[in-house]
Structure formats: structure tokens, C-alpha cells
């Protein structure tokens, strides 16, 4: 497998062979793309240590979420995870062989069924949420400083925000920019 080039390397290329697209923009979301692998990368090995799949991990979280008694629908929690029906039921199959969720009826409709957070998931969620937050913690100072990662955050937070309620405000100008 060859090695990834670095970011400072991708936007040197884009200043030298493609300078028209050597823009604020165009780094912005190059340094969150290459960001997002980074901690994708990072976080998938601890969540092996932890017998957990990024996807399981992101099911879990998502339940414990959830008021108590912490449950939600095959499809809701899917759609929370952007995950495909059929990504779906594998993560379900682990979770259940591994007593981390189980199902339960729905009283409003016999036809289909709850996912709950067993109380051994909980504690998983939980133990795994913990790691993965100490490790966030341990990436981002060993890039900046506290009042940093508190500007960063309200950055971040107030960008998706706005862009989230520009897609739902026009879900054709979402599209058309895609």
C-alpha cells in the first residue's frame, strides 16, 4: 500500500499545476477530507481494541443517545448512521451475538421491532465513547491549544448548522451544488 501524500504536499500540488483552485475553499474542505481520514484511520484501530466495528461503534453511540430506555428502529438508527438497510442488518447481527442490543416488539405495531440497548451495550458504548473522546482529546492538542479547540469547535458547529439549514431550506440548490 502505497502512503497517502500529505496534505501540505496536495495543496503545493494544487498551488503549482492548478493555481485557478488554489483557494481559501478548496483548502478548507481538502483539510477536512484529509483530516476526517486521519481520525477515521486512528479511531478504527482503537475501536478494534475495543471489539467494536466503526459502524457498530456509531450504532452504539447513537442508542445510548437516545432518552432511556434507549431505542430506536432498525431504519431510524440506519438513517442516523447513513448506513444502507443491508450494512445495517450485519451491524445488528454483531451487536445482538454480542448482547450489546437486543429486539424488542413494538406496542403500536405488531409488524415490527424496536432496538434496544442491552444494559452490557450501554457499558460498552460507554467504555468506548470514553476512548474515543481521550484519543480526540490527545490528536487535537497535539495540534492546538485550548482556546483553539474551543474556537474551532463554534467554527465547525456554526458552519454545518448553517449549511444543514440551507439544504433544507432548498433542497434543490443542495442537489444542484452536488
Same mark, same amino acid.
Given at each position: 500500500?502505497?502512503?497517502?501524500?500529505? #496534505?501540505?504536499?496536495? #495543496?503545493? !500540488? =494544487?498551488? !503549482?499545476n492548478w493555481?485557478?483552485?488554489d483557494r481559501p475553499e478548496t483548502?478548507?474542505?481538502? *483539510?477536512?477530507? @484529509?483530516l476526517n481520514d486521519l481520525v477515521v484511520e486512528s479511531t478504527r484501530e482503537l475501536l478494534t481494541e475495543h471489539g467494536l466495528s466503526p459502524s457498530a =461503534? &456509531?450504532?452504539?453511540?447513537?442508542? @445510548?443517545? /437516545?432518552?432511556?430506555?434507549?431505542?430506536?428502529?432498525?431504519t431510524a438508527l440506519a438513517d442516523?448512521?447513513?448506513?444502507? +438497510? %443491508? %450494512?445495517? +442488518?450485519?451491524?445488528?447481527?454483531q451487536l445482538e451475538? *454480542?448482547?450489546?442490543?437486543? @429486539?424488542?416488539?413494538n406496542p403500536d405495531d405488531k409488524r415490527s421491532r424496536y432496538l434496544q440497548l442491552t444494559p452490557n451495550g450501554k457499558l460498552q458504548a460507554e467504555t468506548a465513547m470514553e476512548a474515543v473522546s481521550a484519543h !480526540? @482529546?490527545?490528536?487535537?492538542? /497535539?495540534?492546538?491549544n485550548a482556546q483553539q479547540i474551543h474556537q474551532l469547535s463554534k467554527v465547525l458547529l456554526r458552519t454545518?448548522?448553517?449549511? &444543514?439549514? /440551507? /439544504?433544507k431550506a432548498s433542497p434543490a440548490m443542495a442537489k444542484e451544488a452536488s
Open positions: 500500500m502505497t502512503e497517502k501524500p500529505t #496534505l501540505s504536499a496536495t #495543496l503545493q !500540488d =494544487f498551488s !503549482d493555481p485557478e483552485f483548502r478548507v474542505m481538502l *483539510g477536512l477530507i @484529509r =461503534f &456509531e450504532a452504539l453511540i447513537t442508542l @445510548r443517545g /437516545q432518552p432511556e430506555p434507549w431505542i430506536m428502529t432498525p442516523a448512521i447513513l448506513i444502507t +438497510t %443491508g %450494512g445495517m +442488518t450485519k451491524v445488528i447481527k451475538q *454480542g448482547e450489546l442490543v437486543r @429486539r424488542v416488539d !480526540d @482529546r490527545i490528536l487535537l492538542e /497535539q495540534a492546538l454545518v448548522n448553517k449549511i &444543514e439549514d /440551507q /439544504q
